[in-house]
């Protein structure tokens, strides 16, 4: 054989095995994956029944549905192409092909959470997981996959800047100082606090044409341009404090610092707050307190609120003995600073106008 011909199968081998190397280290392509994260059942409201995550090269979307069929949220964020990756490489660096079609252990220990779909569809398969929604009944690989995509899921629901500030600002427009008489809403600033939860807090200047805040229809106030500052503060996609000028919280509609009056009406049969926590403490008395003592030491060691001029006011009313249906024949009422004015309306406290 001549060394030309020798040569030219040597080339052509060469050729031939860095074709084959070529082949044998190229990496599947993952970038049309798509991911869905489908989670339901168990007790959980009607209006959250179903809860689906679809993930794809572009975006994390979101999707909440109600018993009935009709989306009651949906939330929606643009990923990175690394933030894509990320995902992905949690269903391949875990082997996801490998686990079993369903895991549902958990049911014989723990009930009525309710299960799990996962599924990973890449380069012409789908593979689909079911499991019970309690990690510990589940291989660690799968583990992992699930708490990424549960991290998906917060991120997906947290809101970026420009939708708090659009939830900021359609929260003022419709609060009833603004609503009444406000107009030229003016952004200011935006501040991330270090807290946990994350506390964000928007800040902004509008004009009032009325002396005041609230909701003035029904009081006599002077005709004058008004100039407000508000601050409002969400957490976790909710607006949980309005401020305006330092000195009025627009959420409950009070003076800061000033003192608000409640009533309280028992129902017939039935142990306030107070007396179970009077009745667990194992205090011995040589007298008994009263119920007005009771209340007080109560809010004051459990909440350390200083409620005053509490009373209990006989009513001139006649109700029947159905338990857990008929109001006592008496009331309480107390004065709080408005501050803490939550902590008694969560006991069932009613504001006293």
């Known amino acids: 054989m001549k060394k030309t011909e020798l040569a030219g199968i040597f080339a052509l081998l060469v050729i031939t095995a860095a074709i084959a190397a070529c082949v044998q280290t190229q990496e599947p392509d993952y970038s049309g ?24 090269q572009d975006n994390a979307t979101l999707t909440i549905t109600s018993s009935d069929g009709n989306i009651t949220e949906r939330f929606e964020k ?9 995902i992905v490489m949690v269903f391949i660096d875990n082997n996801f092909e490998s686990f079993g079609d369903r ?21 012409g398969k789908t593979k689909t997981v079911t499991t019970y929604n309690v990690n510990d009944y589940m291989p660690s690989g ?23 500030k659009e939830l900021a600002e359609d929260w003022i427009r419709e609060a009833p100082t603004y609503r009444y008489d406000g107009s030229g809403l003016e ?6 606090q270090e807290s946990n939860p994350v506390r964000h807090v928007f800040t902004y200047n509008f004009t009032s044409s ?12 002077a005709q004058v341009i008004t100039e407000h500052s508000i601050k409002i503060a969400i957490i976790d996609g909710n607006v949980v404090s309005a401020v305006i000028d330092e000195k009025w919280d627009e959420m409950d509609q009070f003076i800061i610092g000033s003192e608000i009056s409640l009533s309280y009406r028992p129902k017939k049969c039935e142990k306030t707050t107070w007396q179970i926590w009077e009745e667990n403490s194992g205090r011995i008395y040589i007298r008994m307190p009263t119920d007005e003592e009771i209340i007080k030491n109560y809010y004051a060691s459990v909440y350390s609120i200083d409620v005053r001029e509490v009373k209990k006011i006989q009513l001139d009313q006649i109700t029947c003995d159905a338990c857990d249906v008929c109001l006592e024949t008496y009331r309480f009422e107390l004065t709080a600073n408005a501050s803490d004015m939550h902590v008694l309306v969560d006991e069932g406290w009613a504001r006293v106008e």
């Open 187 to 192: 952004f200011v600033s935006y501040v991330q």
């Open 103 to 123: 895991y549902d252990e958990g049911q014989k220990y723990v009930t009525d959470v309710g299960f799990t779909d996962i599924t990973f569809t890449a380069n």
């Open 210 to 221: 009325h002396a005041g805040y609230g909701n003035r229809s029904d009081q006599v106030t």
């Open 78 to 86: 643009a990923l990175t192409k690394e933030q894509f990756n990320a």
């Open 33 to 56: 994956a798509v991911i869905k994260y489908k989670f339901y059942g168990g007790f959980v409201i009607q209006t959250h029944a179903i809860q689906e995550l679809v993930v794809t």
């Open 142 to 164: 799968l583990i992992r996959i699930r708490e990424k995509l549960q991290e998906t899921v917060e991120f997906t629901r947290m809101l970026d800047e420009s939708q708090m």
